[in-house]
Nanobody, 119 residues
């Protein structure tokens, strides 16, 4: 299973970006999907997650500015980020808990996409 993320880049303070992450490979089903980020010198933190049924969860730091969604038919998760701030600068990683057979599941991570917000 591979997760391919795209959509990162550089924007100015107050700008918007949309990240996408598509899962491919031997997939029976996908449970939770989500986005995490890691700023320089800091630990990786959760940004937003979404259950297989579409229930989202957001970190307090991004609530009201970020929307997570998924397309189960495409095994893809999206992250729409608005009103971006310099403190949102980080490498963003997508995550998926993939069930690759009826009885086995595993966590997979994408390689990360850099988001830079300039002031």
């Amino acid at each position: 299973v591979q997760l391919q993320a795209s959509g990162g880049g550089m924007v100015q303070d107050g700008g918007s970006l949309r990240l996408s992450c598509a899962a491919s490979g031997s997939i029976f089903s996908i449970n939770d999907m989500g986005w995490y980020r890691q700023a320089p010198g800091k630990e990786r933190d959760m940004v937003a997650t979404i259950s297989s049924g579409g229930m989202p969860d957001y970190a307090d730091a991004v609530k009201g500015r970020v929307t997570i969604s998924r397309d189960n038919a495409k095994n893809t998760v999206y992250l729409q980020m608005n009103n971006l701030k310099p403190e949102d600068t980080a490498v963003y990683y997508c995550h998926a808990n993939v069930r690759w057979s009826p009885n086995y599941e595993h966590d997979f991570w994408g390689k990360g996409t850099l988001v830079t917000v300039s002031s």
